[in-house]
């Protein structure tokens, strides 16, 4: 339930407090006092689209803040806990627009996107106001309707992904399909490839090694007079060679070892130049024994480096990558082998998907027909009360250009409407009379705001075009309503705002060449002078007080 309204710098409002109470609420106030701007307000609040218009003259920020008692709402607070957001038994929204149309989201003081808040704010608050027509016309739009009324949107969300499943395996195996047709000149120009590759028996990193051996079978002799250098250098020239050095040097430290510690560690560090020397000569006399002069391996090696290198040009590759080639050729053969398979596997699969889907349908579509009874049944009566006694509702059902295995079920649902003896029942969208689609539309957001787990049910001028005693029974369906939901009720009806149990005047002020909206809480006499001017206009007389105070009385 909506507990409290706090605006900052919005429009018309410098600043407002707001406290409200459950059952229903009425909101009046002369035209143009600022009444859409509260329910502007509640919109932006819970993630309408606002730009720095909104933002009061000579402000640069607004700020809304919406507060919420949650503590009856399940629901609710588990959608909190689910997002950490909860907050004990109160959920505060609060959004700020800057005047260049940059806005900030919080749920319980925490930082949220629009989308988040979006999505809290459907559980919170449904606004049914005046311009709704257009969208009641939508079939979209009723066929919605019907399906909140019935309580089966968990069947509906099964139909739509088992459409969607459906239309996706249906994609993938036409694509397949195409693709076989294909496969056949593809498959032979794969083998014949394959068939090349294989024939080279090729090795992995066979490239690098051939490249590395014919660089040291080409550079052989240059390799075998420089390791004789080196080894001579090393250790072969018997008066001169580094490891004699190395020992003459060890030596001549050893005879200094007494006088200088640091000897120590300089016949250390010889010590281990000896040992390095040493390894680096039995390494390099290895290397020399295994250096092979092989002109016909030479030649060999050549002739396979030059096929490898014909291929890879022949695919516009490198070399190395010859053996990852024929690896893809082999998989996609396979699969293209497989693709018979495949096929037989997506058509049997989409056959699963067609019987689900047809059985969640059916039984979609005889809930629909049930509720529609149920639903026509108590949208008639209310159009009766709403003095159309000739009226009568009905919700059809046509399967006229419905897609296969559409996302929204088998049928769609049109709400039709007569509201004169012998006229035939007609689409919604074709009633003429404003005052007549008024109280219709009226009539069907009663009826289905019943089945509504949202607490918090806004409406904003629906009963224009309504007046006299037709005004009288909408109030009283309304104040109905608000036993068990919370309503704010916005109005220019004596008649509906009579009814209201909490009554807010809207009413606008200038000063100093600004122009301020002010909302207070009326009490028991300021309602009936309120009253008494929407009854009586300009003059109030004593009888219009009497008026006014008799319609409240009565309630």
């Not at 016909?296 to 695919?315: C, P, S």
């Amino acid at each position: 339930m909506l507990t409290q309204i706090d605006i900052i710098n919005l429009a018309t409002i410098q600043k407002l407090h707001v406290e409200l109470s459950s059952g229903t609420t009425v909101i009046t106030g002369e035209t143009g006092a600022g009444k859409s701007v509260l329910i502007d307000a509640i919109e932006l609040a819970l993630g309408g689209r606002g730009t720095g218009d909104f933002v009061r003259q000579g402000c640069e920020k607004a700020d809304i803040s919406l507060t919420f008692a949650v503590r009856k709402l399940p629901d609710i607070q588990s959608w909190l806990r689910q997002h950490d957001l909860e907050n004990e038994d109160e959920c505060i929204i609060r959004r700020t627009l800057s005047r260049d149309g940059r806005s900030k989201s919080y749920i319980n003081h925490i930082p949220t996107t629009l989308q988040v808040l979006r999505e809290l704010s459907d559980l919170l608050i449904n606004i049914h106001g005046q311009h709704e027509h257009q969208a009641l016309f939508q079939l979209a739009t009723q066929r919605d309707m019907l399906d909140k009324y019935a309580g089966h949107l968990d069947l509906t969300a099964k139909v739509a992904a088992l459409s969607q499943e459906w239309h996706s395996v249906q994609n993938t195996l036409a694509q397949l399909r195409m693709a076989n047709q294909e496969s056949s000149s593809r498959s032979d120009f794969l083998r014949f490839q394959l068939l090349e590759l294989e024939e080279l028996q090729l090795k992995p990193n066979e490239f690098q090694t051939l490249d590395l051996e014919h660089k040291q079978l080409a550079n052989a002799g240059a390799l075998l007079e420089n390791l004789a250098f080196a080894l001579t250098t090393l250790a072969d020239d018997e008066n001169h060679n580094a490891g004699r050095a190395l020992n003459q040097i060890l030596h001549a430290l050893e005879n200094i070892r007494e006088f200088n510690p640091k000897a120590a560690l300089w016949i250390e560090n010889i010590k281990n130049a000896l040992i390095q020397v040493n390894d680096v000569e039995n390494e390099l006399r290895h290397y020399q024994e295994n250096i092979d002069l092989d002109p016909e391996r030479l030649q060999w090696i050549e002739q396979r480096i030059g096929t490898l290198f014909d291929m890879a040009r022949k695919h516009k590759i490198a070399p190395d990558n010859l053996l990852a080639l024929q690896e893809k050729i082999t998989a996609e053969l396979a699969s293209l082998d497989n693709s018979d398979a495949r096929l037989a596997e997506l058509a049997e699969q989409l056959l699963v998907i067609e019987k689900n889907y047809q059985a969640a349908a059916k039984k979609l579509s005889a809930s629909r027909a049930k509720a529609s009874l149920q639903l026509a049944k108590e949208i008639t009566a209310i159009i009766h009360e709403l003095s159309l006694p000739h009226g009568k509702f009905e919700v059809g059902f046509s399967k006229d250009d419905v897609p296969v295995f559409a996302s929204f079920g088998a049928e769609k649902i049109i709400f039709q409407i007569t509201t004169n003896v012998g006229q035939p029942l007609q689409p919604l969208a074709k009633v003429a009379s404003g005052g007549e689609l008024s109280r219709i539309s009226l009539a069907i957001h009663m009826a289905t705001a019943e089945q509504h787990t949202i607490p918090t049910l806004i409406f904003d001028e629906v009963d224009v075009g309504i007046s006299g005693g037709t005004a009288e029974i909408v109030g009283k369906l309304l104040r109905r309503l608000g036993a068990t939901h919370q309503l704010l009720c916005i109005t220019h009806s004596p008649q509906v705002a009579a009814q209201g149990q909490q009554h807010l005047l809207v009413a606008k002020r200038h000063e100093s060449d600004a122009t301020y909206t002010d909302v207070r809480l009326l009490t028991a006499k300021e309602k009936i002078s309120e009253m008494a001017r929407m009854l009586g206009g300009v003059e109030i007389t004593k009888k219009t007080l009497e008026h006014a105070r008799e319609m409240v009385e009565k309630v």
